[in-house]
């Protein structure tokens, strides 16, 4: 849209400014979802400013972008306000105190210490003001020291079921990283022209390729998608997710998951 309407300076809720300026215009959430290909669960996430659901920051802004340029917001506003409160939210988690399986091994070893103390100052203490025989007294020592030996045994079980967590949490990562390699779509056969730039989409992902002065194309794309253009110099691209992205220049295949960076990508360089 040519005139786009600015977001408010003394406002910085990005998700309440999307969802008024959505509700002004009298549109769904539903509508908005299928006009622009983004799932409802996102579109109710970026207005909720439920970070936990929304996916990497980078995938994140092309939401954010696509969805204000829509409802004729600014989009560069728009994304740095994103930016702002999503660094806040990742700053907030990493405040939370973790507490670990060794920690909670020290607490547990302090109170059955202290446990074993108590109980076998408190044996003393009746075996001394009470006069009983000898007999009593060892009676009570093998007491405390069955239950100190039964604490030890609390201990060490404590100890196996958290190795027994850490076992478990790394195999199901590991199952994790399985099922995405399998729902990996196998790479397409593509005979790309020559001097073209030609862009596969092997999934779902948030896609821009620019120069410095001009954006040939920005937004959502889905498996079995493609775009193409000719080629010219100084091109950079961001994606999402560049494993979902195959990218081929003048016929040649490009590797842009060596860079190790998701945004402005330098093609040139590749």
Not at 55 to 81: C, F, H
Not at 121 to 131: D, K
Not at 207 to 231: A, C, S
Request: aromatic letters at 8%; hydrophobic letters at 35%; one cysteine or more.
């Amino acid at each position: 849209m040519e005139n786009k309407e600015e977001l408010e300076i003394d406002i910085d809720d990005i998700g309440a400014i999307l969802k008024s300026s959505r509700l002004k215009q009298k549109k769904t959430l539903e509508d908005v979802s299928g006009e622009l290909c983004i799932r409802k669960i996102y579109l109710t996430a970026l207005e909720d400013g439920d970070y936990e659901t929304l996916p990497p920051i980078p995938y994140g802004i092309g939401y954010v972008r696509t969805y204000a340029n829509y409802l004729g917001l600014s989009a560069e506003r728009a994304v740095k306000l994103y930016k702002a409160a999503s660094l806040l939210d990742e700053q907030n988690k990493q405040e939370e105190v973790d507490i670990t399986p060794e920690v909670n091994k020290s607490s547990n070893r302090h109170i059955i210490v202290g446990v074993a103390v108590l109980l076998f100052v408190y044996g003393v203490y009746s075996v001394f003001h009470t006069s009983s025989s000898k007999k009593n007294i060892e009676t009570q020592t093998e007491v405390i020291q069955q239950e100190v030996q039964e604490d030890n045994i609390v201990v060490e079980t404590v100890e196996e079921v958290a190795q027994v967590d850490v076992v478990e949490n790394d195999e199901i990562s590991a199952q994790e990283e399985v099922v995405e390699e399998q729902e990996s779509v196998s790479e397409p056969e593509v005979t790309p022209a020559d001097n073209k730039v030609v862009v596969e989409f092997l999934g779902e992902t948030w896609f821009e390729l620019k120069d410095k002065n001009k954006v040939y194309f920005q937004g959502i794309y889905h498996q079995g998608d493609k775009k193409e253009m000719d080629y010219v110099d100084n091109l950079f691209l961001s994606a999402g997710r560049p494993k979902n992205v195959k990218v081929y220049v003048k016929g040649q295949e490009k590797d842009i998951l060596t860079k190790r960076r998701k945004t402005n990508i330098a093609i040139d360089s590749l």
